[in-house]
């Protein structure tokens, strides 16, 4: 599980001086608010900060980015060398999220790349200048649908340019199958860029329909939703107390009228891209910083030699015990957002390593997990008798790769698995340099002086908003998912499709709840009892009225972290009425969020968190589904035109991804490395083309 940035849009157009300006100003904010919990050497971040251009180019709906990789210069060659190690073995592994997300998208990729490489013919018309943005977009999302709402792209270029393009290009670089003709190419994979009814969305979510069917993603091949739970239900034990993650590592297919699992390891599916990247593990294992980190990597490499789930959860726990390292990494199934039963994990990675200042106050929370598990509002049925290891720390990241490139999560809460989770604890993190690039790049962009009510609650955000999204984090991610427990006998999965709504709710409120507790200030976590507030406004803000400048004009809200968003907005704003904790005023024709009972709002955050944790311990599907059907899903067609409008005017991108820096090795007459060093000048086509060449592990069909 993950939690992704969804505030304040980001800078797009700001003029340069003004922006130097506000974030001279903003940087003292930052440093003094970062400074209550880390003591940091304020003047001379905020020196290097200046230097370092966090904002780069712009296209359709994104913005990108890049962040720094503070304190790598700091690390000993031997950990230098495992950071290399490990990003190459994250890289290989880019060629599997494209083709889970679509059957097509490796085929269609290498189309794309060879005309904008190759391409000889106009580059002034509109046809040409609407490919090169939808080429960004399918690399921005690993293929040829949204990253977030999921929806199939709606290219701005007609077939008969494509055609014509690819007829001009050399046919030998193209990702022609045996015998095949570049006319017979495009007969195989336009409907699928070109028909809007072909492979729609990559998710389908929608109440009622075949879910699996109706997904363009490829976990599954030729079976109905029907079949393929009937195909889990029958692996599960209710009594297993134990259970593996099924179905997490494989694609569910029907072959000769049998459904069976195609399982992803180095000899099986997938199993070009996993070879290369246990190549690098390997390298990675010489130089390990201990005896746990070793077993780690070792366990991990049988996991993808075997493709056993037994040898994952063996990996899983080893990872949990690893706490020493400095350096750590995830890399492999991980996320499974992507499929519409929520068992099948999309490939992913990141590097990182600790940032050993701003951990101190992730220890602060984890070392009082257990008061905060026993102070919370559910009921003692559904609490953890004693909380273990709830480790966190703040981390830098190094590279980013598959399900977190380039579109990425400020913190991650790992294994999934609940009853590893129970047993030995979870590994959370929150990506300090990430979460810093979020915030350079938003300063000044208008956002808050057109979306905030007023001055009061602008100078809240302004005065504590970094540090209490960071703190929302940590509690979220270190506690949050941590906390309560399933009731015996309860099915992990008995929330279904509405699973990942639920528990990110649960995290988010857990959080929010804890933000506005005195213990905060008595932890020396936030400096007063005010502060709290900025997390409280910007979140009903958000939920209520501008993430919806995320999804289009008609569409439903899809995605489960902007589900949970709009749950607990819409619930408490619904819940509040009565007292008026919280309004939406109409000002000169716009929509403003008040919020007049800051304290009563906390009350509600609690309710909702008991019975949300209600839900979720005994598996009540149905109240799980009412509360996501009720106020999750639907959209207020007035206020969303009206916020539309007022965010286009802003002329901000709402999504925000990462190009990543450039790791070299330099080495001496023998071959052996002597340093690496890191650059972060490559452009964002060069660093997509180089990736498709370099690591282009999988054949265009698999
Ligand atoms: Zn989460």
Redesign the pocket.
């Known amino acids: 599980?993950?939690?992704a940035n969804l505030k304040n849009g980001g800078i797009a157009r700001t003029k340069q001086l003004k922006k130097y300006r506000l974030m001279k100003r903003q940087l003292t904010m930052l440093a003094m608010a970062t400074a209550l919990c880390v003591s940091c050497n304020n003047g001379k971040q905020a020196e290097a900060e200046a230097k370092f251009d966090y904002t780069n180019e712009s296209f359709a709906d994104i913005q990108m980015l890049r962040y720094e990789v503070k304190g790598f210069d700091e690390l000993t060659l031997d950990q230098k060398k495992l950071v290399y190690y490990l990003q190459e073995a994250a890289l290989q592994g880019r060629d599997i999220l494209f083709d889970q997300n679509g059957r097509h998208n490796l085929v269609i990729r290498k189309m794309l790349e060879t005309v904008y490489t190759d391409y000889q013919g106009d580059k002034t018309t509109e046809d040409w200048k609407n490919f090169v943005t939808y080429v960004k977009r399918v690399w921005f999302s690993n293929g040829i649908h949204h990253h977030y709402s999921a929806d199939k792209f709606v290219p701005g270029f007609s077939p008969e340019f494509f055609k014509q393009a690819l007829l001009a290009v050399d046919a030998a670089k193209l990702p022609l199958a045996e015998g095949q003709t570049v006319e017979a190419l495009c007969d195989e994979v336009f409907p699928a860029i070109f028909d809007p009814a072909v492979m729609a969305k990559r998710v389908n979510q929608a109440d009622g329909e075949d879910l699996v069917l109706t997904s363009a993603s490829y976990y599954y091949d030729g079976v109905t939703q029907a079949e393929a739970e009937a195909f889990y239900n029958n692996l599960k034990d209710p009594k297993d107390e134990t259970p593996v993650m099924y179905g997490m590592n494989s694609r569910l297919v029907k072959e000769n009228g049998k459904v069976v699992e195609k399982v992803w390891h180095t000899e099986g599916l997938y199993g070009e891209a996993l070879s290369k990247v246990v190549y690098w593990l390997e390298k990675a294992l010489t130089v390990a910083e201990n005896d746990e980190q070793k077993a780690v990597i070792e366990k991990l490499i049988k996991y993808y030699r075997s493709g056993s789930l037994e040898d994952f959860d063996d990996y899983c726990i080893a990872w949990v015990g690893d706490l020493d390292s400095r350096i750590d990494f995830v890399n492999g199934f991980t996320e499974s957002y992507g499929d519409p039963l929520g068992m099948k994990a999309s490939w992913e990675s990141i590097v990182n390593f600790k940032d050993l200042e701003a951990t101190k106050r992730t220890e602060t929370i984890s070392s009082n997990a257990q008061w905060f598990e026993d102070n919370s509002p559910v009921d003692s049925r559904f609490k953890k008798e004693k909380v273990k290891g709830v480790t966190a720390k703040v981390i830098t990241a190094a590279i980013l790769a598959g399900d977190l490139y380039p579109s990425t999560a400020i913190?991650i809460?790992l294994p999934n698995s609940n009853w590893i989770r129970s047993a030995h604890g979870s590994k959370s993190v929150t990506i300090g340099n990430l979460t810093e690039a979020y915030n350079m790049a938003a300063l000044g962009n208008g956002f808050n002086e057109e979306f905030v009510y007023s001055d009061v609650e602008r100078k809240l955000l302004e005065e504590y908003d970094a540090l209490t999204g960071d703190l929302h984090t940590d509690l979220?991610?270190c506690l949050?998912?941590g906390s309560g427990k399933l009731l015996p006998g309860v099915d992990p999965d008995a929330l279904k499709a509405h699973g990942s709504t639920i528990?990110?709710t649960r995290?988010?409120l857990f959080g929010l709840y804890y933000l506005g507790d005195p213990k905060m200030v008595e932890l020396g976590l936030l400096p007063n009892a005010e502060a709290y507030k900025a997390e409280y406004y910007g979140q009903m803000m958000n939920g209520l009225m501008t993430q919806l400048v995320r999804i289009e004009p008609g569409a439903t809200v899809e995605e489960a972290?902007m589900r949970n968003r709009q749950l607990i907005a819409r619930w408490a704003y619904e819940h509040g009425k009565a007292d008026n904790v919280i309004e939406l005023v109409k000002r000169d024709g716009k929509t403003f969020v008040k919020i007049n009972d800051y304290e009563k709002l906390r009350g509600l955050f609690g309710e909702l968190l008991a019975e949300i944790q209600r839900i979720k311990s005994e598996g009540d599907y149905e109240a799980g589904r009412q509360l996501v059907e009720q106020y999750a899903v639907q959209v207020d067609q007035e206020l969303h035109k009206e916020i539309l409008a007022r965010y286009e005017a802003l002329n901000l991108a709402p999504y925000k991804g990462f190009i990543n820096p450039v790791y070299t090795a330099v080495t001496d007459a023998e071959g052996n490395i002597t340093d690496v060093t890191i650059s972060y000048d490559e452009s964002y086509d060069d660093q997509m083309l180089r990736y498709s060449r370099d690591y282009a592990t999988l054949p265009y069909r698999n």
């Open positions: 599980v993950y939690m913190g809460n979220h991610e949050g998912h528990e990110e995290a988010d972290h």
